[in-house]
C-alpha cells in the first residue's frame, strides 16, 4: 500500500510542475524555489553548455514602471525576466538549413515569480515550429531539444 501511495504522490508532483501554455508551442514548468536561486541555476545551466547571455530583459521592473504611468499599478510579476542566448553550432545549423530561420535566434528563456504564488519560480519558453525542408525540420527540433534541456538541468 505504501508504493501505491508514493507513486500517486509522484504522479501529484510530475503534474504540479507542468504548467498549462497560453499556446501550443509555449512551454512552461514550474519549480518551487527563490528565484534568485533558480536564476542562478538556469545561467549555469547556460554557461555549462558554453552559451553565452546576450542580453536579461528585466520585464517585471518595465511592467512596473510603465504600470505606474498607465495608473495600473497592480502587479503582474514579483519578479519577471527574459534570458536571451545563442548557440554558435544550434544557430549555425538552423540558418544553413534555411536562412529564413533567422528569425529563430536568439533564443529566450523567461523566469518569473507571481504574487500569489511564493516561493513558486516559472520558466518558459517558446519552441520554434519545426517546418520547411526536412533539414530545416531537425535543425529546428535540436534548438526545442536545447531550450528544454536547459529548462530540464534548471529544474532538477
Not at 542580453?55 to 525576466?81: D, F, Q, V, W
Not at 533564443?107 to 500569489?116: C, D, F, M, N, S
Request: aromatic residues 8%; glycine residues 6%; positive net charge.
Amino acid at each position: 500500500m505504501k508504493r501505491a501511495a508514493c507513486g500517486v504522490f509522484l504522479v501529484m508532483c510530475l503534474i504540479a510542475s507542468a504548467v498549462q501554455a497560453a499556446a501550443p508551442d509555449v512551454y512552461i514548468r514550474a519549480v518551487k524555489g527563490d528565484f534568485d536561486d533558480i536564476k542562478e541555476r538556469l545561467i549555469w545551466a547556460l554557461e555549462n553548455r558554453g552559451l553565452v547571455i546576450n542580453n536579461t530583459a528585466r520585464i517585471g521592473a518595465m511592467l512596473e514602471r510603465t504600470g505606474r504611468n498607465l495608473e495600473r499599478s497592480h502587479p503582474i510579476y514579483g519578479k519577471a525576466e527574459a534570458i536571451e542566448f545563442c548557440s554558435a553550432q544550434v544557430s549555425r545549423d538552423t540558418m544553413e538549413a534555411d536562412p529564413h530561420n533567422i528569425v529563430f535566434c536568439p533564443y529566450v528563456i523567461a523566469i518569473y515569480t507571481l504574487p500569489k504564488m511564493p516561493g513558486q519560480v516559472y520558466l518558459s519558453y517558446r519552441a520554434p515550429a519545426a517546418s520547411g525542408t526536412a533539414q530545416s525540420v531537425d535543425a529546428l527540433r535540436k534548438v526545442h531539444k536545447l531550450l528544454a534541456d536547459v529548462v530540464g538541468d534548471t529544474t532538477k
